[in-house]
C-alpha cells in the first residue's frame, strides 16, 4: 500500500476569509492545526523571512 502524506496542508476558507494551515502528520492526523486570520501575518516554512499579511489575499 503507497502511503503519501503531506507535511503541510494549507486551506483557504473563502466563507470565513481565513487560512487553516496543517503540519506534521502523524498517526492520520497533523499535530499542529493553525488558523490565521485577516489581521495576521503568515510565512512559508521554507522562507521564514518572507512574510505576507494575510487580509492582502482578500484585497
Not at 37 to 47: G, H, V, Y
Amino acid at each position: 500500500m503507497l502511503k503519501i502524506r503531506f507535511q503541510t496542508i494549507e486551506l483557504v476558507n473563502l466563507t470565513r476569509q481565513l487560512l487553516e494551515v496543517y503540519r506534521e502528520p502523524e498517526n492520520r492526523t497533523y499535530q499542529q492545526q493553525q488558523i490565521i486570520t485577516e489581521n495576521q501575518r503568515i510565512a512559508p516554512l521554507a522562507f521564514p523571512e518572507l512574510t505576507v499579511h494575510f487580509s492582502t489575499i482578500f484585497g
